[in-house]
């Protein structure tokens, strides 16, 4: 099946939502890295940088975004703020255990891997909820929504990786 010339393919609809999607999953794969690695420490500021990238994320998608969604849409605005919701919930939860492991910080190398092996367990319900999340919004708001809307937006606020 052919798409018509006038019409972008649906990737090519949600580039501007996969870029960001990417640059987020970047960050969460450098902290997981650091916490594969035993670099606690490090894990933490690598999440505390994705963590304010989400909030950041969550808030443009919320105020310049969402507000856009037609009344048509697949699904509802707020089935996008509910997943946000609990995507903040499970990444708080997270940076609990997180705080757990700093807090009391392994002793010996066994203690170490536990404590990692703990944490990407944890980290597994996040990715979870954001993959399936993160679906959603390709496959749905990102083709609902204007593209010169999407632009605007994503344009002010995406920056080129270092």
Known sequence: MS????SPAPLDAARFFVREHERLEAQLQAHLLAVIGG???????RLADWRTALSAHIAVEERELLPHLP????WA???YLQEHERIALLADEYATRLAQVLADPPADELTRRRAALWLID????????????????HQ???????????????????????
């Open 140 to 162: 749905a708001l990102a083709l609902e929504l204007p593209q010169a809307l999407q632009a605007r937006v994503w344009g002010a606020v995406i920056r080129p990786a270092p």
């Open 122 to 137: 944890a980290a597994h319900a996040l990715r979870h909820v954001l993959d399936h999340h993160h679906q959603r919004e």
């Open 71 to 74: 009344l048509e849409a697949r």
């Open 3 to 6: 798409t018509p010339i006038d």
């Open 77 to 79: 605005a707020r089935v």
């Open 39 to 45: 670099e606690f420490a490090e894990a933490a500021a």
